[in-house]
Nanobody, 121 residues
Framework: QVQLVESGGGLVQPGGSLRLSCAAS????????MGWYRHTPGKERELVAS???????NYADSVKGRFTISRDNAKNTVYLQMNSLKPEDTAVYYC???????????????WGQGTQVTVSS
């Protein structure tokens, strides 16, 4: 059984910073891409940032220059450093990992349970 456990969310003032972490555990043979998504009520879930197994990154235009995604392959963990936070960054943030549990199984998307980030004064 595979679990993705997020941490690091919370309440922060505009202009502040937070660092989200997401650790994948369980029966994991390999992880391909990892990423962070966010969801706000009334809107569709959107991709915030993604990172390939080789370290290639992709960001939503709204967070470029403010957020940085990274990963530690030895720990099966992905991070999201969020700086210069704005009220519009308020959302539930979900991590995602494209992984397989055995050498024979296909890569499948797994999701964390979500962590709330609130940016408010």
């Amino acid at each position: 059984q595979v679990q993705l456990v997020e941490s690091g969310g919370g309440l922060v003032q505009p202009g502040g910073s937070l660092r989200l972490s997401c650790a994948a555990s369980g029966s994991i043979f390999g992880i391909n891409g990892m990423g962070w998504y966010r969801h706000t009520p009334g809107k569709e879930r959107e991709l915030v940032a993604s990172i390939t197994s080789g370290g290639g990154t992709n960001y939503a235009d709204s967070v470029k220059g403010r957020f940085t995604i990274s990963r530690d392959n030895a720990k099966n963990t992905v991070y999201l450093q969020m700086n210069s936070l704005k009220p519009e960054d308020t959302a539930v943030y979900y991590c995602n990992a494209d992984l397989r549990t055995t050498v024979w199984s296909p890569f499948t998307a797994y999701w964390g349970q979500g962590t709330q980030v609130t940016v408010s004064s």
